[in-house]
């Protein structure tokens, strides 16, 4: 029987927003091996916070530091942050009482916020927080060994410098709390869209892409290193795109060529389809995930490259926010309901057992309730298989804070999410119940957190499978399951050989 490793938490397999994760001490794989100075770092937010934490672990590494997974015992505490809604920032406020507590009796203790609302807020954090040591935004960790260094001389130290070309590609990440089989690779940084309710275009820059290279080596060492499974993260990851430098690289006459220019030379260029395509091909083994696409860019290329390679999941995380084409427009997401309707027909068309899930804002400035009915006729018709629910929460500085007022009362916000979260649990279950009596491939991800006599793992649609544990298998290992049961979110069986 396999037995529960040590030090690895619970979650497994974080999803894209993992409640469970917010705030947990991230914490290196092998952390015997070093011994320095102590990092404690947590993040809050989603996948790409979590991801740049493990670059930021990296940089801190190669400065001495160990991780511990306790803050008052921390040289430099760490706080990664997310700015999307006013709860998020909330939450940071009050981790950041709990840490100034620790720093008034450790009075040598550095604390440092990252990320997001450090962006927003740049130096006015030291002004509203006068035990915070150093902010840095998500372009600038580079940067974090001369701001550790200010603050060891005593300094407060602020760079929240953004750039268009930072993507880190050659900062290999140290991976945090992982269960060495699932990981995230970050494909590209920042956002072009100006989506009116959204602070991220604020907070993390312009679009890049990283180079294409650099992100199959990235996935092949973890294959290499046990690793089973790689999301590939960007905001909108269907405009990835990466034109080799200077042109030295390209194609003439139907042939690669590198260096040389003449009238039919064109110049490579790599597109979402097409990096997909080679991450897939690192090796049949290796399942790979993607997220988010833009419903307004999402391509038919991508749903054929999908189609043709058994290791990518089928599953897509196509956040609809609205079911209606007004409050889309408002929201400026440059789709409609009829756009929306008829990718997600195409996507069932190419791939007809093909998971969707979507993100959704509820009361939206204006929103009526007959277009609040648009989403929820939406959901009946997509039958997401499962949906993350926020209601609306104005942002400073964003075009819907500036153009439109917060209209919607906080009751009937309230109402209409618990509406939005009562049709999702009502489709997600009969989503579920289709799966009984099928057999998936599930790549076990560990112990089941109620049992350890059972597997918990995934399907390639991103649902959790349950099953008994059997003596000849172990984390990391793809077994066929028997779907017999289902709970409201989770499909139960049993491994069958064959
Ligand atoms: N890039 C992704 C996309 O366009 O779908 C989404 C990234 S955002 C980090 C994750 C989700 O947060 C969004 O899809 C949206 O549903 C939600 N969100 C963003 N701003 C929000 C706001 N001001 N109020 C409520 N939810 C918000
Ligand atoms: Fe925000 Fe829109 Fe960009 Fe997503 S696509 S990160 S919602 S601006």
Redesign the pocket.
Known sequence: MFDRPADVPDTLKPPLHDETRQGEPLMIEHRAKYKGRKLYIESYG?AMNFADSEIVASIMLDLGFETTSQYKEADVIFINTCS??DNAEQRVRNRLREFSAAKRKSPGMTIGVLGCMAERLKSKFLEEEKLVDIVIGPDSYRDLPNLINQADQGSRAVNVLLSREETYADISPVRLNSNGISAFVSIMRG?D?M?S????PFTRGRERSRDPYSIVEEARELFNNGYKEVTLLG??VDSYKWNQGNGEHGIENGTEVVGQRTANYQQLTTNFAQLLEMVAKINPDLRVRFS?S?PKDITDEVLHTMIKYDNICNHIHL?V?SGNSRVLDLMNRTYSREWYLERVDTIKKIIPDCAIST???IGFCTETEEEHRDTLSMMDYVKYDFA?M??????PGTLAAKKFKDDIPQDVKTRRFNEILSKQQEVSHKRLLNHIGQTYRVLIDGLSKKSDQDFSGKTEYNITAIFPATGEHKPGDYVNVLIERCTPATLLGKIITN
């Open positions: 989603c999307i809604r956002c869209n989506c309710f959204c602070v991220v905001q909108n988010t833009h956040p926010q993100d959704v804002i993350y926020y209601t609306y929460s104005e942002r």
